[in-house]
């Protein structure tokens, strides 16, 4: 009778509760369901609590491609409820919930899990859950755009494990609170493996602990904030080297963990670790997570952008995957993966978006980490032309952001087209000194902080004394590139933006003959006079991210 009255409880509880999106259809065509909202939104379920610590504790076992464990949640309680949101994704299965020792009883919709707490959550106290789980995890099919575990072999025939979860969410692997706005203070996180092998996971080693079956368990600690895709676990035939870089943050240990045959040529090629780490630092401000450490570990799949356990599958080559994404010759000088993987320490794991639709925030800013690694080592014009190169790649399929609360990215223009505008911003700012600094201050601001994209924009406006709010709704939510319009008569360049929203008045740099103009279209015609007695050639500052219209 009682099983029966807690069904009907949450049964009632969950058909009655105020939800962000239905199911149905949103105006760009996307459809989106109760269970993309449950996944993408701050349910009531989830905005009465903050998360405080993870104890991940899970065994794996490549043979069955099983795992089993458990997530201890400690919480703290900011309004009083007794229904909390864990979720976790099939066909892995809670087998128990326990509270101060005491089994609660829930209930699913998807991969939301509604438990219901019987000791009284008291505004300002500190609880905790321990959320029992098993099962064969989502076996990734084309990791990391597909995620969940792959499951490989080394050369040797070696079990070579690793995870991967961005988009598809960390509930594909482990119990959590699988939204980005709540990031948890620290986490500790401990890996059951076979004999033989090697278990990574981000932040310090604390432990190894042996067992009588030859297997080992890998204690790991990350002291600072983490946001749940950053969280991952590699299992392989491991062998480790370091060394120490002296940086902004003092001593920061750089960890490497690759597979035995391949210790050699990591020692020569992951020299571009700590260039990368020393250029970005330049950029960026210091690296975000000193006291975590920073590691490249060798993976089966292209990589990852794991906080302070950056994934590595380029395979010893530069470029990406031994191709120059910029068609340039610059893109051969760095290996992609080190470059841009490590980017995302300072945007994507330190600011991070509290809304996956915001995610131009990780991947414009981090993309253009590279044209700015190319301008550190190679100078200004290098990195000018990469960015500039990576505009072929750009498809203007859909608008950059996403949709809000239904956990819905964007298009992948995020990465070169978001990269190109902000190039063109930095390039109206026309000042190098005040663009770094904007630079850094986001990240001295933002620190460990999950962001919205109104925060960024009013940041780069504040800080930069120009109001670029026409410039990011142009290029951030629409799918239409700026069309400089213009046309000579009687001696006057007439001119304006076309392709463009109401009000965009963005100015453009103009080589006209060999005279360089600042010009400040709008969405009217506007006119000024040449001089005369020379044929006119208009030529755009490449710099800008637009179009010329055919004279």
């Given at each position: 009778m ?8 949450l049964l009632?509880y969950?058909f009655s509760?105020d939800?962000t999106?239905?199911e149905?259809?949103f105006k760009?065509?996307?459809?989106f369901?109760?269970?993309?909202t ?8 989830r905005?009465?609590?903050d998360l ?8 794996v076992?490549p043979?069955?491609k099983?795992?089993?464990?458990e997530?201890?949640?400690q ?5 009083s409820s007794?229904i909390?949101q864990i979720d976790?994704?099939s066909p892995?299965k ?5 509270q101060?020792?005491k089994e609660?009883?829930f209930s699913s919709?998807g991969?939301a899990?509604y438990?219901?707490?019987q000791?009284?959550q008291l505004k300002?106290?500190t609880?905790?859950i321990?959320v029992f789980?098993?099962?064969?995890p989502k076996e ?10 792959s499951?490989?072999k080394?050369?040797?025939?070696k079990d070579?494990?690793a995870t ?6 960390a509930s ?5 609170k699988?939204?980005?706005y ?7 996180i401990?890996?059951?493996v076979?004999?033989?092998l090697?278990?990574v996971?981000n932040?310090?080693l604390?432990?190894?602990d ?8 890998y204690?790991?600690?990350v002291s600072?904030?983490?946001?749940n ?5 590699n299992?392989?035939d491991?062998?480790?080297f370091?060394?120490?870089y ?7 240990d750089m ?7 391949n210790?050699e040529?990591?020692?020569i090629?992951?020299?571009d670790?700590?260039r990368t780490i ?6 960026f401000?210091?690296y ?5 450490s ?11 952008e ?5 994934t ?6 530069k470029g990406?995957?031994g ?10 000088k ?5 470059v841009?993987e ?7 794991n330190s600011?991070t978006?509290?809304?996956?639709a915001?995610m131009w925030v990780?991947e414009?800013?981090?993309?253009y980490?590279e044209s700015l690694?190319?301008e ?5 014009k290098a990195?000018e032309d990469?960015?500039?190169?990576t505009?072929?790649?750009i498809a203007n399929?859909?608008?950059i ?8 990215e964007?298009?992948g223009?995020?990465y070169?087209?978001?990269?190109n505008m902000?190039?063109t911003i930095r390039t109206?700012i026309?000042d190098?000194?005040?663009?770094r600094?904007?630079?850094?201050g986001?990240?001295e ?8 994209t ?13 109001d670029f709010?026409?410039?990011f ?8 590139i ?5 046309k000579?008569?009687?001696g ?9 929203i109401?009000g965009?008045t ?19 015609w506007?006119?000024m ?6 044929s006119?050639?208009i030529?755009i500052n490449?710099?800008?991210?637009v179009?010329k219209?055919?004279?």
């Open positions: 009682k099983q029966i009255i807690t069904i009907l409880f009632i969950l509760t939800l999106a239905q149905g259809l760009d065509g996307n459809t369901t109760k269970q993309d449950l996944r993408g939104s701050i349910t009531p379920e905005i009465w609590w405080k610590y993870y104890h991940l504790d899970v065994a076992d043979q069955q099983f795992i089993k464990g997530n201890t949640i919480y703290e309680v900011l309004k007794n909390l976790l994704q892995l809670i087998t128990k919930i326990i101060d020792d609660l009883e919709e991969y899990h438990i219901r707490l000791k009284k300002g106290n609880n905790a321990t789980y098993e099962g064969h990734a099919k084309n990791a990391p755009w597909d995620g969940g575990f499951w490989k080394d050369k040797n025939g070579f494990v991967s979860c961005q988009g598809l969410g594909v692997w482990w119990p959590n699988d939204h980005m709540d990031e948890v203070d620290s986490m500790a401990s890996i059951k076979p004999k033989g090697v278990g996971a932040g310090r604390r432990k190894i042996e067992h009588k079956d030859d297997s080992k368990t204690h790991w600690f600072n904030p983490i946001n895709y950053g969280v991952n676990v299992i392989g491991y062998v480790q370091s060394e120490k002296d940086g902004e943050g003092g001593k920061l960890d490497y963990y690759v597979l035995k045959d210790m040529k990591a020692q090629h992951f020299k670790a700590p020393e250029a970005l630092e330049h950029w401000g210091k975000p997570f000193y006291e975590d920073f590691k490249l570990v060798e993976v089966p799949y292209l990589g990852m794991h906080q302070s356990s950056v590595y599958g380029n395979q010893y080559v990406y995957a191709r120059d994404l910029s068609q340039t010759g610059w893109g051969l760095f290996d992609f993966i080190i841009h490590s980017g995302h320490e300072w945007f994507a600011i978006n509290k809304d996956i915001d990780h414009s800013f981090t993309s980490s690694f190319l550190y080592y190679y100078g200004k990195g990469y960015v500039i190169g505009r072929a790649l399929d859909k608008p952001i996403g949709v809000y609360n239904v956990n819905s964007g298009s223009d995020m070169f087209k978001g990269a902000l190039h109206i026309d190098d000194t005040k663009w600094a904007i630079l850094r986001l990240n601001t933002f620190f460990h902080k999950t962001v919205t109104k925060e960024i924009e009013e940041y780069i406006n504040q800080k930069s004394g120009i709010s026409k410039v709704d142009q290029y951030l939510r629409t799918i239409d700026p069309v400089f319009d213009y000579i008569e009687q006057k360049l007439k001119y304006k933006w076309t392709n463009v109401k965009f963005m100015p453009i740099a103009l080589k006209i003959n060999t005279k360089e103009v600042l010009l400040y279209p709008s969405d009217s506007q006119e006079k040449l001089s005369t007695g020379k006119s050639v030529e490449r710099n800008f991210y179009k219209a055919e004279e």
